[in-house]
């Protein structure tokens, strides 16, 4: 009699993708014996349709002819929240970081300091393609303006009685007429 012991199904480790494009992804998985899985999207920096996660993980241990799900990049990103009011170098790297192209408009402003956020277009939480320019406007502070001293004239108290009437009326005491 012979007994035949099996070892079990045959097992593939799964090669990283991240990085890759679906063609890329797809001869790699079959290299390793695997099966590449219904590829969705997801929103992030990278180049529309650059291998952005997959499932299983990569130098994972499956079984042969597994499929592996993938998502590819859309060449969509959010913008993110809480950029109005930062410092414009901030907001323009981090918008940079995002996958985003940026362009700066100074705007002149009184009351705040230079490079303070005061508007991004299109709005923060917009979902937008990463080709679209995000415009930053930034505060580039202006001193307030004096004051003119033309009309300032009538404020300063002159020398000599003047024929124009005066804003305010003049106490004069009169003489008490009791016997």
């Known amino acids: 009699m012979t007994v035949l012991v099996s070892a079990g199904p045959e097992h593939a480790v799964v090669p990283p993708l991240a990085g890759a494009t679906l063609v890329q992804a797809r001869q790699r998985l079959t290299a390793a014996g695997l099966k590449?899985?219904?590829?969705?999207?997801q929103d992030g920096p990278q180049q529309p349709g650059t291998i952005i996660n997959q499932k299983p993980a990569a130098?994972?241990?499956?079984?042969?002819?597994?499929?592996?799900?993938v998502a590819a990049a859309s060449g969509w990103q959010k913008i993110p929240a809480?950029?109005?009011?930062?410092?414009?170098a901030t907001v323009v790297k981090t918008l940079n970081n995002g996958g985003f192209t940026v362009h700066t408009v100074p705007?002149?402003?009184?009351?705040?300091a230079t490079g303070y956020v005061l508007s991004v277009s299109p709005l923060p939480g917009q979902r937008t393609q990463l080709a679209t320019v995000i415009t930053v406007?930034?505060?580039?502070?202006?001193?307030?303006?004096?004051?003119?001293?033309?009309?300032?004239?009538?404020a300063t108290p002159t020398s000599?009685?003047?024929?124009?009437?005066?804003?305010?009326?003049?106490?004069i005491p009169t003489p008490d007429r009791t016997p």
């Not at 590449?36 to 999207?41: D, I, K, N």
């Not at 705007?107 to 705040?112: E, F, G, K, R, V």
């Not at 202006?142 to 004051?147: T, Y």
């Open 137 to 154: 406007t930034a505060a580039q502070y202006a001193s307030p303006a004096a004051p003119n001293a033309a009309s300032n004239a009538s």
């Open 59 to 69: 130098e994972a241990s499956v079984i042969a002819g597994s499929y592996v799900d």
């Open 160 to 171: 000599t009685p003047t024929a124009q009437a005066s804003a305010s009326p003049t106490h």
């Open 107 to 112: 705007a002149p402003s009184t009351l705040y």
């Open 82 to 88: 809480g950029l109005v009011g930062e410092d414009s």
């Open 36 to 41: 590449l899985g219904a590829p969705t999207t």
